[in-house]
């Protein structure tokens, strides 16, 4: 057990005009508020102006990813490890306590803590080979000091709902739906469903409010996948969003809502009060089971838990008394001690048959190693996959009747069960390729890489691996068009760029001149064709010509189709390199089920061949890890250059329209054939639309979990963090997000304004 102190951070929402007597100290965790007298209300005390804390660290602009570094991260490797965690917001409603737990269920970019630990979690779960992991998750919220299960298929019932206690004097709650998650994103798709399902009410500092408090559970079990015999180890993680901590008498409610702020202001200060008793040295009585909240949290405030609190502060004038108590209330709350200790090595029992099995494999060692006395050191550890492949050799040359018994190793009972593992393989291999096998991969890989050839390409957005890029090439038509699309001319068509053609004759104008062509529909009026209202097809007949027949047009569009040919081809290399990783997770998919059936299926330990079997999978299943990590971090680096490569594509697109329009609009410029080429689809808003899909997805591969779990669950907007503003200024903080609409909104907006596109 270790004496651990609640972490406490303080995190600060941005603001336009920041109260000038708040000063957050990011380096330090210094925080400093300035209490001007006049804003006493009784709370505040008049002999002190300045009041000053310091705490674990101070969140100030922080970046979601950074609070998740600075908050969650150690948090969730704990949890792996067997230790209980807890994670909670608090702070005045608009503080951004949703922003930071949830953040924005369709903005990957804004993604809160609950994602990143699910994201880092199975990351880790797929890294650790020597243990099996099952994770659940459940997801409790407390509403009047009722409590409410969100995962469960009929919503409202509470009733069946208990806080109980647990054998090692935590609680639990009886009757909670847990539903497995064996992926990311199963687990994402949960928590966006529970979501949905908040008690929310309008509140004048914000109105999408959430006025419960809400407990998503993550909830872990742990197996060594060597030692089907040993019981499970249970940890969990609380991730907790409190209602909002203001006094009622401010918020200006009245009716239920005033009821909610009561039971709200009620739990909160039996929250405060268990604090208190439990920040006394001699706390004989500490008041846990006055609300569920508290029972709930008993673990996190005074047991075996790694617990930590971010505190939120709106920072702007007005705000004053609520961030002091904030701020009061968090360093009582750094004072609190916890006993961490991981919950594996807690269980006597466990430890003993662990050691049982050990000693009885170290037997079987050394009586081998007697048996063979007079030779060297013999290494005992896992064979290296070189090793194995070696076996998988020289099994089959042994089978093919090239190699003699006494090549065969006998060294270690390792070594031998890997023989017989592999003779076996060879076997079954040989079996059903009719005997094709002789590439010297083992049956596995051989049949990893069967599948890979399979496997279809991830295309489009329904793809569920990571590497869904798209496949259409593009979308947006300008500048793709293969030489052999451009429409046939009439031999001796003068060429000029500012030819005038009518519909039924040849040339008719000089180039330059700024003689109207009544003749053409497209060309009255001065001969500007700004000045023409000119219909959509005519306009895109006319872009065609642009980019076949103006230098300027010509030029530009090779720029376009150069860097469109390039992007193809990046998006090739791309897709491979997805299809590969996908290959290999899905080896890590398979692997690891069969590693969990032949836990599953194990008899009691002795069973000798059963356990190499397992030993030989685990070690392809470390392999696989790895040759996966590999190919996506190759994966990674090739998306940034696809996203500089998309970029540039748009950037020559977006030249090629403004010097068509330039060329348009000018007196005298003209129009080419009407006749449409057929190969321009200019809805530019659509294309733009899915390029900056793609761009995300290049920038944040990582996020492909995130992306299928937000689509699937369709949250709504405002669903979480009340992104549809109150309190002022969302709009101020919108981020790259905002930037990404704008941009897109003025690439349409060009299209439009080229005739090119609806609006
Ligand atoms: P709470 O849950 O504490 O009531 P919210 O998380 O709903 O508050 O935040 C209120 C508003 O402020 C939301 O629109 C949210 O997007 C925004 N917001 C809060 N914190 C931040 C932040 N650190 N960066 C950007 N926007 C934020
Ligand atoms: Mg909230």
Redesign the pocket.
Same mark, same amino acid.
């Given at each position: 057990m270790v004496k651990t102190n609640v972490k406490v951070f303080v995190?600060a929402?941005?603001t336009a005009t920041r109260d000038d007597g708040l000063k957050l100290s990011p380096d330090s965790g210094n925080v400093q508020l300035h209490v001007p007298k006049d804003a006493s209300m009784g709370l505040i005390n008049n002999q002190q102006e300045t009041f000053a804390f310091k705490y674990d660290g101070v969140l100030d602009n922080a970046s979601q990813e950074e609070t998740y570094t600075a908050v969650g991260h150690e948090v969730v490797d704990s949890l792996l490890s067997g230790i209980n965690g807890t994670i909670f917001c608090y =702070?005045?409603? =608009? $503080?951004?306590?949703?922003? /930071?737990m949830a953040g924005?269920g369709r903005d990957y970019r804004q993604r809160g803590i609950v994602p990143q630990a699910l994201h880092h979690l199975f990351r880790e779960i797929d890294m650790r080979v020597d243990k099996i992991y099952r994770v659940k998750t459940s997801y409790l919220e407390i509403y009047n000091d009722q409590l409410y299960d969100l995962l469960s298929d009929k919503p409202g019932s509470s009733d069946s709902l208990a806080i109980l206690e647990d054998a090692h004097g935590g609680t639990y709650v009886r009757g909670l739906t847990q539903l497995p998650a064996d992926s990311e994103e199963a687990a994402l798709m949960s928590f966006f469903a529970g979501d949905q399902g908040r008690s929310t009410a309008s509140h004048i500092l914000?109105a999408?409010?959430?006025r419960s408090h809400c407990v998503f559970t993550i909830h872990v079990e742990m197996r060594f996948s060597e030692a089907a015999s040993e019981r499970a180890i249970l940890s969990k993680l609380h991730l907790v969003?409190l209602a %909002?901590s203001e006094r009622t008498k401010k918020t200006g409610v009245s009716g239920q809502t005033l009821l909610e702020a009561q039971f709200i202001n009620r739990s909160l200060s039996y929250l405060e009060q268990t604090v208190n008793a439990l920040t006394k040295r001699d706390a004989s009585y500490v008041p846990y089971r006055q609300s569920k909240l508290t029972s709930v949290l008993r673990d996190a405030l005074g047991g075996n838990c790694k617990t930590v609190m971010v505190a939120?502060v709106f920072g702007e004038p007005g705000h004053v008394e609520e961030t002091l108590s904030t701020l009061r209330f968090a360093s009582r709350v750094r004072t609190l001690v916890t006993d961490v200790s991981s919950n594996e090595s807690n269980d006597p029992g466990l430890l003993l048959r662990r050691y049982e099995r050990q000693i009885k494999e170290l037997k079987q060692e050394l009586a081998m190693r007697d048996a063979l006395s007079g030779r060297g050191r013999i290494s005992y550890d896992d064979l290296s996959q070189a090793e194995v492949r070696a076996m998988h050799q020289l099994a089959r040359t042994y089978l093919a009747g090239d190699a003699d018994l006494e090549q065969l190793p006998v060294d270690t009972v390792r070594s031998i069960r890997e023989m017989y593992k592999q003779m076996r393989a060879v076997f079954q291999a040989t079996k059903a390729d009719g005997g094709t096998a002789s590439d010297g991969t083992t049956s596995t890989e051989a049949h990893a890489s069967q599948q890979r050839q399979q496997q279809p390409a991830a295309s489009g957005d329904d793809a569920d691996g990571v590497g869904a890029v798209d496949a259409s090439g593009g979308g947006f038509g300008v500048g793709t068009a293969p030489p052999g699309a451009k429409p046939a001319l009439a031999p001796g068509t003068p060429r000029s760029p500012h030819r005038l053609i009518t519909p039924n004759g040849p040339a008719a104008g000089a180039s330059g001149a700024a003689s109207p062509l009544p003749s053409s529909p497209a060309a009255t009026m001065g001969g500007s064709l700004g000045g023409v209202m000119m219909g959509m097809a005519e306009r895109r007949v006319a872009f065609s010509h642009f980019k076949k027949e103006a230098p300027d047009g010509t030029a530009l569009a090779a720029v376009v189709a150069q860097r469109t040919q390039h992007l193809t081809e990046l998006k090739r290399v791309v897709r491979a390199s997805a299809a590969a990783v996908n290959a290999a997770k899905a080896d890590i998919d398979r692997l690891g089920a069969e590693v969990a059936a032949a836990v599953a299926a194990a008899p009691p330990v002795g069973e000798d061949v059963v356990d190499a079997e397992r030993h030989t999978l685990v070690a392809q299943l470390k392999a696989a890890k790895l040759k996966y990590r590999t190919t996506f971090d190759l994966l990674k680096e090739q998306r940034n250059e696809l996203e500089s490569c998309m970029l540039g594509v748009a950037e020559a697109k977006q030249q090629l329209i403004e010097a068509f329009n330039q060329w348009a609009d000018t007196p005298g410029a003209a129009l080419g054939d009407l006749e449409d080429d057929g190969t321009e689809d200019l809805d530019a808003g659509e294309a733009f639309e899915r390029m900056q899909r793609a761009r995300t997805m290049a920038t944040n591969p990582d996020g492909a979990a995130f992306q299928a779990a937000s689509r699937k669950t369709a949250v709504r907007p405002g669903a979480l $963090?009340? /992104?549809t %503003?109150?309190?002022g200024g /969302?709009q101020r903080?919108g981020g790259v997000k905002a930037k990404g609409e704008a941009m897109r909104k003025r690439e349409h907006e060009l299209a439009i304004a080229a005739g090119l596109a609806r609006g």
């Open positions: 995190r929402r941005p =702070g005045q409603t =608009g $503080a951004g306590k949703t922003y /930071t924005d914000n999408s409010s959430s969003d %909002g939120h $963090a009340g /992104t %503003g109150g309190g /969302t903080f």
